[in-house]
């Protein structure tokens, strides 16, 4: 089955994962040291880091060494970025918005006290 990046990053241990390989290659076992879960679970995670991209396993000798791949993270930054945009328009206009009213408000209530 092919998985995307969405589906990789969904899971709090595989965006640790990540994290853990994208300051540093490590092996397979190196990797699994780092998490309170088992060796099989950390496998399937970076089985499913693979499939999507995410990782790159290289093979030296006998050793397995995970790489991140952080280039196929641009589809999720460009399907963010969208929504980035759109909210700060909104908050933008709502900050505006709320900075009038309270300037309205100001006023009434100088009206009132004199």
Known sequence: MRR???QAIADPTRREIIN???H???NLNAVAENFDVSRPAISKH???LTECGLIIIHREGRERYCEANLKTLN???DWVSHFKI???KKLDALETF???E???KHKQTKKVKK
Do not use: C
């Open 75 to 77: 589809e999720v930054y």
């Open 4 to 6: 995307d990046v969405f």
């Open 86 to 88: 759109f909210w700060s």
């Open 20 to 22: 853990t390989i994208a």
């Open 24 to 26: 540093k290659r490590l």
């Open 102 to 104: 309270n300037k309205a």
């Open 98 to 100: 709320i900075n009038e």
């Open 46 to 48: 970076i089985k499913i």
